[in-house]
């Protein structure tokens, strides 16, 4: 007979792989957009200056549509990963550990219904309605992004690594500096891969 403990590693194993997942979709999903914002920054600054000696007058419109696709496709892998990925794993997560479940809570309503929220809101702008609507949506998704920090810092508790702590305090950091969030989310995911590792053993 399968032990508890054996079954809530094996749980938290499934539930952080899948964490893992997202993660490196959300990574993949930053790269495209930073691509795509460096070329679209890049197309603004030559039109700007008029370069059609050096060819760019016949070139812009491919570099534009390249410019789009990495925009969109950044877009949509960033959100499979974050809404379809990372947020189901942590809601496994809860599952499986109840010291997860506040967390859990903050992330889901805080990024469902603040996206929800904001969606909704931007067109009713006109409308005062629309202004509060909106306010409200960032609110939630402030919540939620204190639903990770919190996550980061629960991790710790439950799976002494100081990268998870590390991880914590850069997202607090990413507030005012958002680069460090990059490092944050990188970090994050190198933490889950050491305790998935950690976990199997025990498993095995």
Known sequence: ???????????????????????????????????????????????????????????????????????????????????????????????????????????????VWGLILVIVGTPLLLVLVGLFVLAIGFVLLLLGYIGIIVLSFKLNEAYPNTLYIVAAVLFIVSIVFPLAGVVSWVLLYVALGDTIGKLRAQVT
């Open 1 to 111: 007979m399968v032990s508890t403990a054996t079954q809530q590693a094996a749980g938290a194993i499934a539930a952080f792989s899948r964490m893992r997942e997202g993660i490196l979709l959300i990574l993949a999903a930053w790269v495209l957009l930073g691509v795509g914002s460096l070329s679209l920054v890049a197309t603004v600054l030559l039109s700007v200056f008029g370069l059609e000696n050096v060819g760019f007058t016949s070139a812009a419109p491919g570099i534009i549509l390249l410019t789009l696709v990495l925009l969109v496709v950044g877009a949509i892998v960033g959100i499979v990963g974050f809404y379809f990925k990372f947020i189901p794993g942590v809601s496994e997560l809860a599952r499986t550990d109840p010291r997860f479940s506040t967390a859990r809570t903050l992330i889901k309503v805080g990024y």
